[in-house]
């Protein structure tokens, strides 16, 4: 009973945690808006930081020689430093799941069958939480907070750090640290020769000049003189004045411009090579701050066609081409377009440019019906939200397309035959409906989308006077998927869903459309 | 007119152009110069001849001063500019179609003599730019190509019997028939097609080729009741 007892009252704070959906919900949401860049309340988060860290630093070192109201004082040292200490507690808080981490040893003991020893369970699983504590972040996060403690003036000095926070929630110098930090072996390697070398430099100069050069009273003169040496600084207030000194300078210079040489081709390789990967992390941000986008898979004929016919998708950049084909997507690159060489039918490719929020469309113009296939059931599969769009090369294969997700299935050798068979067997039709599907200005099909804002809302088609712009009413569609009423009557009453298809010139169609409010699929 | 056409070609192009004009009442005869690709067309019961597109004699051999047009349908573009060149040169008054997948093809194919030329990924990168940004009209057109919503375009001439003859279009009644007027040919003003958007008048004369969009037999039904 006292085991059973002793059990319960300390695995049931645990336990009723892993069990809340409330508390996990909680969790994971403030997990996305501190940790998810993708997030735009995470973004707007680092935006209120760095703005608090710039600000409350420059009051800082205003301070220093100029005296400040007492309300700055308070905004740049409690304020700041309160803001501050919530995002290190909440950090700290996030940082693992101390429960799980109790719950898991738990059932680790009860597996095996030994007696689970609670305290060593707790003490083990709590040490893990609070090695956030030394995690460099961490550790950044704290100093930040200590100029908040005004007794001692020589804290101010961790303002500093507050600078050092900015690494965390600025993208581009958060990159730059992650690209140094690729390199830390060499840069390591480089480290621990530089330091080799200006205390090898520093000892020589002192064995060498010390009775002989008066600028050289103690060993830390020699050694600053080697680095201020090697480092190609050379403030000359210290200089040698013998001749082995001299051969020692030589061959420091000659040491300290080859590993300054050698630092600046690691870290420019170190860019080169990851500035396409900044480049595609960069234009995928760009993306999903997008409300509308389009991801364009193949960088074919079709697609080279398409975007010709499109310039204002380009103008846009709201768009982005993949190809697994290296080359195909260097000549992308050089005409001026968007693309990365990535491959469309993973999971993880099209999972990168997936933003929940916004409005994706995909087109399938690989060429190759399996893969558009293949693409479609990927993007379907990430969610059914994104509208596909494909070219079927071969008609036979319309009905897969179509069981395989695809929103619209566009048949490029059967609609150039029919448009073909119109020009010949029906010319006046291939001119009317050329006219129409080339969208000539006279001849636009455009469609007229209602809800609640539109002012013909609960009007009759008679009511619109449609003829008075030389409008023509095709038909009125229920909605995507209602059905579609061809040439309405004029009694029939315009409602909130309905999309009216109608062909105009294009100045008369924009005209009636800001004149009552119409919507537009866009 | 004599209502034939030769299919250059039965490749994927060829096949569709086939499928699609096979419709229409035009005897239709395909010209091929692989072998297996004879035997396929064979097989599915065509009027199909093997000749040598690099060899004028096999060309002049095809009879083509008796056709009424000609559509270079490979599934290979050099072959379809070749073909074109060496019809044109033997042939300068006959009407060449070609199929095209790209801008530059279709200036090529023109310059080759081709007298209209269909450009199929210009076609499908406009299709798709209107499904992109017009959804549901790209749609309701798209219904036309592959008879979706049973409605279609449909022309009618105008003959000396018609009582449409000598009215003016505003007149008509369209709604009793639930058809719609789009545009026509008034060759009072020209050949060319004008949209009724464009808000001009028409006296209908005797020729002239009004364009209307219905059912079938709604459209049938207005012709017949007005002399058609």
């Not at chain 2, 097609?193 to 020729?207: C, S």
Request: aromatic share 12%.
């Amino acid at each position: 009973m006292a085991k059973s007892r002793e059990k319960t009252i300390f695995m049931s704070p645990f336990l009723y945690l892993a069990r809340s959906k409330k508390y996990r919900d909680t969790k994971a949401y403030f997990r996305t808006i501190f940790k998810d860049p993708t997030n735009k309340v995470k973004q707007w988060i680092d935006y209120f930081l760095i703005v608090l860290i710039l600000s409350s630093v420059a009051i800082f070192i205003y301070e220093v020689k100029n005296p400040i109201p007492v309300w700055l004082e308070y905004y740049a040292v409690y304020f700041a430093s309160a803001i501050f200490l919530i995002e290190y507690m909440v950090n700290f808080w996030l940082y693992n799941d101390i429960h799980k981490d109790i719950l898991t040893e738990y059932n680790k003991a009860k597996i095996i069958g030994i007696k689970p020893n609670y305290y060593r369970i707790f003490f083990k699983s709590l040490l893990k939480k609070l090695s956030y504590i030394i995690t460099p972040v961490a550790i950044i996060d704290l100093l930040a907070i200590l100029p908040a403690y005004r007794p001692l003036r020589i804290l101010r000095i961790f303002v500093l750090f507050r600078f050092l926070k900015l690494l965390k929630h600025s993208k581009s110098l958060y990159q730059f640290v992650e690209v140094l930090s690729d390199r830390k072996f060499e840069l390591l390697t480089l480290l621990v020769l530089f330091v080799f070398v200006v205390v090898v430099g520093g000892l020589a100069i002192y064995t060498l000049e010390d009775m002989e050069n008066e600028n050289i009273k103690s060993l830390i003169d020699a050694l600053y003189w080697s680095f201020i040496t090697i480092t190609t600084v050379g403030y000359g207030d210290i200089s040698p004045v013998t001749i082995p000194g001299k051969v020692v300078s030589l061959v420091i210079i000659i040491l300290g411009i080859t590993m300054i040489s050698f630092a600046t081709s690691v870290i420019v390789s170190a860019f080169s090579e990851k500035l396409h990967e900044l480049k595609e992390d960069r234009i995928t941000e760009h993306l999903q701050s997008k409300s509308e986008f389009l991801v364009i898979c193949g960088y074919g004929q079709l697609t080279k066609v398409f975007l010709q016919k499109n310039r204002e998708l380009i103008d846009s950049n709201e768009y982005i081409i993949l190809d697994n084909d290296a080359s195909r997507v260097q000549e992308a690159n050089l005409s001026g377009y968007r693309a990365i060489n990535d491959d469309a039918s993973r999971y993880e490719v099209l999972k990168r440019f997936y933003n929940n929020s916004s409005k994706i469309t995909l087109l399938a113009l690989t060429g190759d019906d399996v893969e558009n296939i293949y693409i479609t059931l990927n993007a379907k599969s990430l969610s059914r939200k994104i509208r596909v769009i494909a070219a079927a090369r071969d008609i036979k294969l319309y009905n897969k397309y179509v069981r395989a997700g695809v929103d619209r299935v566009v048949l490029p050798n059967e609609l150039a035959s029919s448009v073909l068979t119109s020009s010949i067997a029906y010319p006046t039709i291939f001119k009317a409906v050329n006219a129409i599907l080339s969208s000539k200005n006279v001849a636009t099909l455009d469609e007229y989308y209602i809800d609640n804002y539109s002012k013909i809302k609960d009007k009759s088609v008679q009511e619109l006077d449609l003829n008075r712009y030389n409008i023509v009413l095709f038909a009125i569609k229920k909605g995507f998927k209602g059905v579609l009423i061809f040439n309405p009557k004029s009694d029939y009453i315009v409602k909130d869903g309905d999309i009216l298809i109608v062909l105009g010139n294009k100045i008369a169609i924009e005209y009636f459309r800001e004149l009552h409010n119409l919507g537009s699929y866009s | 007119m004599s209502n034939v056409i030769y299919i250059f070609g039965y490749g994927k192009f060829g096949k569709s152009v086939y499928k699609a004009l096979s419709k229409f009442d035009y005897t239709i005869k395909i010209k091929v110069v692989v072998q297996d690709i004879y035997n396929e067309a064979v097989n599915d019961g065509l009027d199909v001849e093997l000749y040598d597109m690099y060899d004028d004699e096999s060309i002049k051999s095809l009879g083509l001063e008796s056709v009424d047009r000609v559509i270079c349908a490979m599934d290979n573009n050099h072959k379809n500019l070749f073909l074109t060149l060496s019809i044109r040169e033997l042939y300068p008054k006959l009407y060449i179609m070609g199929l095209s997948n790209s801008i530059h093809l279709t200036d090529k194919l023109k310059m080759a003599g081709a007298n209209r030329v269909i450009d199929t990924y210009g076609l499908s990168g406009l299709m798709i730019k209107n499904v992109l940004l017009k959804p549901a009209s790209s749609e309701f057109l798209q219904g036309f190509i592959n008879n979706s919503h049973g409605l279609i375009f449909k022309e009618f001439t105008i003959t000396k019997e018609s009582d449409l003859d000598g009215k003016m279009v505003s007149t008509i009644d369209f709604d009793s028939y639930n058809i719609i007027f789009i545009g026509m040919v008034d060759l009072e003003k020209g050949k060319n097609f004008i949209f009724t958007t464009a808000g001009q008048e028409h006296k209908i004369d005797e020729d002239d080729i009004l364009l209307l969009v219905g059912k079938e037999e709604n459209i049938d039904k207005f012709i017949k009741a007005h002399g058609g």
